[in-house]
């Protein structure tokens, strides 16, 4: 298993490719035959979650859908920075109480 730093990282980094992705179709919306980005997420066996960037299949917007991944992105990367914070101070608490 993964520490716990490493895991909530590769969930900032995982949100932070959903905000991207979401960010880049909005800024297409009007641009004439383009496939939105979509980004699959994985979780893994040891801990933590792999992207991987697709096209969609069809051409279109779906701004609904990108308005709401980016508020899911901004929620998931805070949650996930408040545990690697969380994890970073109960490490600095076992060092000082062995120091």
């Known amino acids: 298993m993964n520490s716990t730093s490493s895991i909530a990282l590769s969930g900032m980094q995982a949100a932070q490719?959903?905000?991207?992705?979401?960010?880049?179709?909005?800024?297409?919306?009007?641009?004439?035959?383009?496939?939105?980005?979509?980004?699959?997420?994985?979780?893994?066996?040891?801990?933590?979650v792999t992207t991987e960037l697709q096209r969609a299949q069809a051409e279109g917007a779906a701004l609904e859908a990108d308005v709401v991944a980016q508020l899911q992105a901004k929620n998931a990367y805070l949650a996930n920075l408040s545990v690697f914070k969380t994890a970073d101070r109960m490490a600095g608490a076992l060092l000082d109480r062995t120091a």
Do not use: S
């Not at 979401?22 to 040891?46: C, D, I, L, S, Y």
């Open 17 to 48: 490719q959903q905000l991207q992705a979401a960010a880049h179709n909005v800024a297409n919306v009007a641009t004439p035959g383009f496939r939105r980005q979509e980004v699959q997420q994985r979780a893994q066996p040891q801990g933590g």
